[in-house]
Nanobody, 116 residues
Framework: QVQFVESGGGLVQPGGSLRLSCVAS????????MGWYRQAPGRQRELVAR???????NYVDSVKGRVTISRDNAKNTVYLQMNSANPEDTAVYYC??????????WGQGTQVTVSS
């Protein structure tokens, strides 16, 4: 059974920064590609960024240059550093394996609200 616990969200002003963390209870965490996903109100959940076992990262176009995904395999933790936040980044952010482990594997997520 897998479990993901996200934290670090909150209210941030446009242009501000935030660092999200996710602790994953996943056996052999280091071999998996991990992803950060988000779901805005009224929209489907989307992949924001992913990082493979070798540390290679990929980003959705809307966050390129503003977001950095990283991982600490010793801590079973994946991070998302968000800079230059804008209101379109407002969403609940989740982490999961990429592709997602299963429909019932999602954690509670962490809310990010970008507003002045």
């Amino acid at each position: 059974q897998v479990q993901f616990v996200e934290s670090g969200g909150g209210l941030v002003q446009p242009g501000g920064s935030l660092r999200l963390s996710c602790v994953a209870s996943v056996r052999m965490f280091s071999i998996y590609t991990m992803g950060w996903y988000r779901q805005a109100p009224g929209r489907q959940r989307e992949l924001v960024a992913r990082i493979d076992s070798g540390g290679t990262a990929n980003y959705v176009d809307s966050v390129k240059g503003r977001v950095t995904i990283s991982r600490d395999n010793a801590k079973n933790t994946v991070y998302l550093q968000m800079n230059s936040a804008n209101p379109e980044d407002t969403a609940v952010y989740y982490c999961n394996i990429y592709p997602p482990y299963g429909s019932d594997s999602w954690g509670q997520g962490t809310q990010v609200t970008v507003s002045s």
